[in-house]
T-cell receptor
């Protein structure tokens, strides 16, 4: 696609429910990143994919968070048993080749846990 | 390890005045440096980036930044603020090579007074 696409754009869920957030990167981009932006905060790194492997998942805040990627395509970030502190904008970015400073961000998914 | 410091959370300038947003970084290897802008309820947009070469980098919307290795700084400037510049600005650093990722500062909100 022309850009990085994320869905849904907004999600309201009840505390304790599971949610899935989707990221569709730019075609041909091998690297994919997930970030979290909580209100009034900077962007926190969550996980990085190179192809369908995740060499760096150091930013996942707890075992309730997991992510997977199919080949060099779509990625899904899953949050189990959501908590109110999970409320944030979740941003996805992709890059054609890691390490050359070329990142394109999606518009994000705004998650609200009530 | 790498980090970014953006001092202060809010800057207010008058329309037509100089915009100066400060960014200092820490990196154990030569960094790539970025400034992103985020307008309300929108995704991140790249303003400019430094990878190699000329240390004065010009970006979109009249912004520029200068990489100063001796000061570990990458301050963002614009000679004359416009009302449309009101947004949140993020400085970020990444390394080169495989498994590199963006590390963001906490961001600065720029307000422009008429």
């Amino acid at each position: 696609g022309a850009g990085v696409s994320q869905s849904p754009s907004n999600k309201v869920t009840e505390k304790g429910k599971d949610v899935e957030l989707r990221c569709d990167p730019i075609s041909g981009h091998t690297a994919l990143y997930w970030y979290r932006q909580r209100l009034g905060q900077g962007l926190e790194f969550l996980i990085y994919f190179q192809g369908n492997s995740a060499p760096d998942k150091s930013g996942l805040p707890s075992d309730r968070f997991s992510a997977e990627r199919t080949g060099e395509s779509v990625s899904t970030l899953t949050i189990q048993r959501t908590q109110q502190e999970d409320s944030a904008v979740y941003l996805c970015a992709s890059s054609p080749v890691p390490g050359f400073g070329d990142y394109t961000f999606g518009s994000g998914t705004r998650l609200t846990v009530v | 390890a790498q980090s970014v410091t953006q001092l202060g959370s809010h800057v207010s300038v008058s329309e037509g005045a100089l915009v100066l947003l400060r960014c200092n970084y820490s990196s154990s290897v030569p960094p790539y440096l970025f400034w992103y802008v985020q307008y309300p309820n929108q995704g991140l947009q790249l303003l400019l980036k430094y990878t190699t070469g000329a240390t004065l980098v010009k970006g979109i919307n009249g912004f520029e930044a200068e990489f100063k290795k001796s000061e570990t700084s990458f301050h963002l400037t614009k000679p004359s603020a416009h009302m449309s510049d009101a947004a949140e600005y993020f400085c970020a650093v990444s390394t080169t090579g495989a498994n590199s990722k963006l590390t963001f500062g906490k961001g600065i909100t720029l307000s422009v007074r008429p």
